[in-house]
């Protein structure tokens, strides 16, 4: 049976690293704080593509994300986010499951 569409692409840590301009050491960092969903695989870790996405792009200030809304009333791009984890109360592991789900 193929399974090549049962799992979602991952990056390694290194990769994810590169790509949001931080050390490989923060990455795993921020895998064990929580802040960023990873599986983890013998004593390594791979971050799914959509979660490395998800990421980036909370990462940008709500404006370059489209948010019209906020040029009337700028706000922080961190407030935003921080807002956004209030409301989302999902484990890692029902975050990475509705992230395959396409939720």
Same mark, same amino acid.
């Given at each position: 049976?193929?399974? $090549?569409?049962?799992y979602?692409?991952v ?7 590169? %790509?949001v ?9 921020? %895998?064990?704080? $929580?802040? %960023?969903?990873?599986i ?6 791979? %971050?799914?593509?959509?979660?490395s ?14 948010? $019209? ?6 706000v922080? $791009? ?17 975050f ?8």
């Open positions: 049976m193929p399974r $090549g569409n049962r979602p692409e990056v390694s840590v290194e990769e994810f690293a590169r %790509i301009k931080l050390s490989p050491e923060q990455a795993r960092n921020l %895998i064990r704080k $929580g802040e %960023i969903a990873a983890r695989i013998g004593k390594e870790y791979r %971050i799914p593509h959509a979660v996405d998800r990421y980036f792009a909370q990462a940008l200030p709500p404006e370059e994300r489209g948010y $019209g809304m906020w040029k009337r009333k700028p922080r $791009g961190l407030t935003y986010v921080n807002e956004l984890r209030k409301r989302d109360r999902r484990t890692p592991e029902v990475l499951k509705d992230m395959a789900e396409g939720k």
